[in-house]
């Protein structure tokens, strides 16, 4: 019996990313990119009328119009789905994982994983009690490049790392766009929606979770400077961030949505004592590695050269560009072959962004904020 | 009952395509992207075992031992295949595309569209005759940027075209590959598979479509200089040309596959009267606007400067990049809406290379080996 | 005989840059570059040989023992020279400099303009007492594409400015080379020698000068983080900065040279209301504007469309790669220009940068060595 | 005696260049850049009163109303100049060169060498009779990258040649500039000045160089497509050009001052059986190698990686952009270093394009014109 999940595709069903929501596209393409899984339910919506529409326009076998309706009723079927994605704005996170979790039903959720940190630590005992999986989209640890990256800092090839430099900017929060009708606008810049961060939560923390994928390293420290450009919002909107790093490392991590004509500038640097490392989302394909007194290296996608961590990841042969969809779609493979792992009993082999991400993530929004509150100074952020 | 194709997604069966090839692969995750096709049958290899075992890989419903009972079956069955996909080496694309289009299966297939220039006109004749959807995946035309640079010269921003660069080079038959057991490089270096053409088939007709699908213009007569650089192959690796248009303009095409260190080089330029335009397959999410006398200007994927029918083959938002895979999925998707509308006897509405852009494919071929074989002489394309 | 200096190449003496120092040559050339100066004199290091070895390197017709006999002599010959330029480590700024001015010779100095700020404060009242032409050679305001951005911003293109992000990173310094014998290496890192600054002083006044060149903003207050990561430096070689700018702007400076296998990467990024702008060192003939809502624009050198002040920075027609050199240069012809207005008695029209330049870069070391003393604080600018 | 010019700069002397002439600026600016040349004399045009603006301009001590009579004059003095610049129209190189050769005056001559074959023949003859310098400004060799590349291939490093790919491409006569007072258009489209060529002999030979010069290979047989898009036009504007080269490597060689938006675009491709190799001369500092199974590699200006030979080439630490005049200068710098070597009655050294350089160049463009003539057939390089 516990072989069964492997011989068919996995059923999934989704709450929240319905129709106008760009993420729950990006969810149902990136899960069944690879034919492993197939979207057969939903609860796409709150507004009834809405997720009924997504459904149809999605071809799903069974629509909710609640995700505890949604829950009650997969989890009774015998063919029921085989794990749940979540893409509703923050502050439905944590009760909506939690009403699948409690009916053990794998979760893959988006981020940042939940509202607020106390949520995230109860999330945290869940998972572990529970023992089942979850899986956050920290979806840019997905790309080959990324897992190249991180392969090459851990086997030494920067030596020891001094200075590490994050940005993640836009421009689409520039205007008010929260009073022109923008669903996405407004429930980002929405404290009651959103949590303690405007762009620190929406893509700071996704530089945070990339720094600390790749190096290893933790942030010890940091001076962080939010703003608020666009007037009358609430949260912010930029943000530039002084970082210590408990090696001694030091660092910037700056995010921004009122960065005029960027679309989704998304880079990381990294200079240790043998070598500097530059990966930029825009051009994933590309790995750029400077080794002082050698001829700069540009490692691209799917070369033999790479990691075997690295290609596993790629799904068609180097000069074929691979994107944001194929790298969202890993984290939902190494999370699916967990969720089959776990049906056969197997050990579990991760890889994928976990709960334990989530709560670094709400840690670091929390300390972002509460430095920035107190006048922009240094807050430890291990207290 | 003709708007039943609208309620569900379409039933899919490949055949080739299965482990080992690469484009079998592209074709399963491209049909299947947009959830708008599943693949359900298939007969993906002629070797019985590899056929199987691939089909229980990808979880297919049906597996076929030959095309040919692939046909039969799937056409008896109330619940059959919606399309056909064909991605077999290239002699056998005719016998297939035959097979499937007479029993009123419409079909997407793999370029070039036969073995040779008869097949093609044969196969002219078919569709015609069947009316039946025929889509060829020159998947490249599908890259939103493509279209946009076809949109930009149809409405004259770069005046009268005049010059022409195309090329599409790579490095991976640099080697004798065919007799270090790469069955890829097998088909494409024997003339009995893979037809006249080597690199000229394989990616010199990408070449050609992309220039004449962009440009509306036709290539009026050429001097092709075919080389095959490794020693014992008999078909082509390498080819330089000189192109003259059927409007004046003048050009190069030129194509490798033992251009060392490249991966998958396709470019193209267009010079006109008023601006010139380039585009680049690895960085496909730019496309290059050089009009004198203004700044360089670069058109991204998906903005809302583009136009409608880029920006409809787009699905996420700009500076997330979309690549390869998306491209080809918008052939099917292209291919899929018309499918749907033959089923509701609605007209077609095409936007993908159909089996006139492979008949093309296959005069050009031709008469680029015509040329080189009669010592790189000029040659009437037309004629 | 105002005239005089319009019939001829003026005559300039170098003090320090002698053999082995990069930038004596840099200046000797970037003096020259425009056949409106010859260098005829020098005191070219103060090791006698070496000064007398360089200056026959170079066919200069007078070398001398010292800058105060070169002053001393310069200033008594009819046929002395017509300026000074000064390339000496920092500790030797103001007393050669000094020096010229009081024999009323006009001088280009080095930056950063003195060793500490009581220097620079007094000299500000020296050029003003002297009424001599003084320019400091911030020489990346010289680039074309640079002058370009001051304009964009100044006339409105870019809305009000909100974040700027300015960095300069190099990895020469990565290693202990002061215990190499680099000499280069060894002032730079010698408090004694350099100042208060280690690449602050060196290379992090370029990018404030830069920042504030171009946007005309002025920094408010800031909050520093600097690191001598090489065991055994007494000066920083590192430096991550959090900007408040007067006008309510925020941003981010860092400078390194220990960024492991960057080699001279200046670049600022400006982002206002309206636009974002780009400007990189190491591509200097590009300048990049990013409108919201329409394509990327590459503004390229010595085209039509770019304002007259960035033209006449040009030499070449675009396409012609102009570079380091030429963009020193510039400065070079700006105060050579002046410097023939005042003998002619003409007002003059400056354009480059100056002795309060000199002055606000030694504030900002100042300041920023305040804040990181105090432990990365925040510190008023002005204050 | 024979030591004297190495204690100062030489004396140069320019025909041709004068005000309005972009090629006179560069000469005057690429032959002082060192500091081992000084322009003193000229014949700067054929309209005296331009030629005496020019010259007091340029502060030259003495301007001649031809060169006939500054040939005459420098001979004569004991101050004369070292050497002659010749900057004028393709159809004055011949009869200027020749007069300063006679007097036993080494020559700095632009390119093409001479208006025609058999002059470029006789001034073969003239130079191995007299043994002087004579150096032609092909001065994209000048480039410490090109140097590289050069060494690269020639060290074996891309293995056997087996395809080249080489364009420059231009926009700037895409109009009827020569019918507008554009002087530069006036003379290089008109065949009484020019010679055969138009493009082809302006850039296209440049090209040629390039690709003899780094590959060391020769061009065995060529066909050529040659257009004037521009009405009225008696000389070509873009060429389409097939290579085989005599080692049996194919190619393309296309030139074009029609293709609009295109600046001075240079670049060359060389495929071995090892490795590929790029050079673009718009962003010169970086040479790229591709060696399959390898990271592509960006060897950059001045770094301790690269040859010794291209290193002597650079004045400035890497990522300080050398460009265009550095390049120019380069060529000076070599050739001038020969004419004091000359002077001290020390064997030659060379480095720089010499007259057989200009034969072959030449012969080019005669090829070419027969080629295209004849109906684009192939032709023999060496018959």
New interface residues.
């Given amino acids: 019996m516990t072989q069964e999940p492997f ?3 996995l059923r999934a069903g989704m709450v929240g990313g319905g129709a106008g929501a ?1 993420i729950g ?2 969810h ?2 990136a899960s ?4 492993q899984a ?2 057969v339910a939903g609860a796409l919506s709150s507004d009834p009328d809405r997720a009924r529409a997504s459904a ?1 326009a ?2 799903l076998e069974r629509s909710y119009g609640s995700y505890q309706e949604m829950a009650e009723a997969e989890a009774a079927r015998p063919d029921g789905i085989d794990f749940a994605i979540v893409a509703t704005p923050n502050h439905m996170h944590f009760p909506v994982v939690k009403a699948f979790l409690e009916k053990n039903i794998p979760v893959v959720c988006d981020k940042p994983m939940t509202f607020n940190l106390a949520e995230a630590q109860q999330l945290v005992k869940l998972v572990e009690e529970r023992k089942l999986v979850f899986a956050l989209t920290h979806n840019y640890t997905g790309y080959p490049t990324v897992r190249q990256a991180r392969h090459m800092v851990q086997s030494g090839a ?2 020891e790392i ?2 590490v ?1 994050v ?1 993640y900017i ?3 929060l ?1 205007t008010p766009q929260e009073q022109a009708g923008n669903k996405q606008a407004e429930w980002r810049t929405d404290p009651a929606r959103s949590g303690l961060g405007g762009s620190i939560g929406d893509i700071g923390t996704h530089g945070e979770n990339l720094l600390e994928y790749i190096t290893g390293l933790k942030i010890g420290s940091l ?1 962080a ?1 939010l ?1 608020a ?1 666009v007037p009358g919002r609430a949260l912010d909107d ?1 943000a ?1 961030i ?3 790093m408990e090696n001694g490392a ?3 991590l ?1 995010c ?1 949505q ?8 998304l880079s990381i640097r990294i ?6 490392l530059e990966w930029r ?5 590309n790995l750029i ?12 996608t799917n ?3 790479m990691s075997e961590e690295s290609n596993v990841m790629a ?12 790298a969202f779609a890993n984290i939902y493979k190494l999370a699916i072959a967990d969720i089959r792992r776990a049906k056969a009993g197997q050990p579990l082999q991760g890889g994928y962004p976990t709960v334990y991400d989530g709560l670094r993530g709400l840690q670091f929004i929390t300390k972002v904020v509460e430095s920035s509150q107190k ?4 807050v430890d952020f291990a207290s």
């Avoid at 989302?281 to 394909?285: H, L, V």
Wanted: aromatic fraction near 10%; proline fraction near 7%.
């Fill in positions: 011989s068919r595709r760009f596209k990006v149902r393409i069944e990119l690879d034919g197939l979207l149809e999605w071809f920067l030596g001094r200075k430099l940005e836009q421009d689409w520039m001076c400077d703003t450009f930029d530039n002084l970082l210590r030091k660092g910037i700056t921004s009122i960065a005029a004509g960027e679309e989704n500038r200079y240790g004592t043998k070598a500097g989302q825009m051009e994933p394909n590695l400077k080794t002082p007194g050698q001829p700069i290296q540009i490692l691209r070369q033999p050269y799904r068609i042969p180097a000069g074929h560009p691979e994107g944001f969809l194929e006048g922009s100074v240094w």
